[in-house]
């Protein structure tokens, strides 16, 4: 059975930073990342780094948040720094599977960044 879970989330003011971090279990995960929601608004997404390490960001984020990787312990990090109080949202970590090619989501965790 697949397991995302994830940890880190929090209040933090604006200008900090925090780390998330999500274990994921239960089969083997080709790309890992994360994606947020804000109320009202689609799931967008923020980073994304594959078994080979080669990493996406959203345009919001690029130049503040680092992903990065334990792939013999299938943990994702996410590193965000400068944080903006627009990047308050819900952040998700997501995994996808291999052979079966299906992506895992976990339950989320709460990033609230105040003015």
């Known amino acids: 059975q697949v397991q995302l879970v994830e940890s880190g989330g929090g209040l933090v003011q604006a200008g900090g930073s925090l780390r998330l971090a999500c274990a994921a279990s239960?089969?083997?995960?080709?790309?890992m990342g994360w994606h947020r929601q804000i109320p009202g608004k689609q799931r967008e997404l923020v980073a994304t780094?594959?078994?080979?390490?080669?990493?996406d960001y959203g345009d919001s984020v690029k130049g503040r948040f680092t992903i990065s990787r334990d792939t013999a312990k299938n943990i994702v990090y996410l590193q965000m720094s400068s944080l903006k109080p627009e990047d308050t949202a819900v952040y998700y970590c997501?995994?996808?599977?291999?052979?079966?090619?299906?992506?895992?989501w976990g339950q989320g965790t709460q990033v609230t960044v105040s003015a």
């Open positions: 780094i594959s078994s080979g390490d080669r990493i």
């Open positions: 239960g089969s083997t995960f080709s790309i």
């Open positions: 997501n995994a996808w599977a291999v052979p079966e090619i299906k992506r895992y």
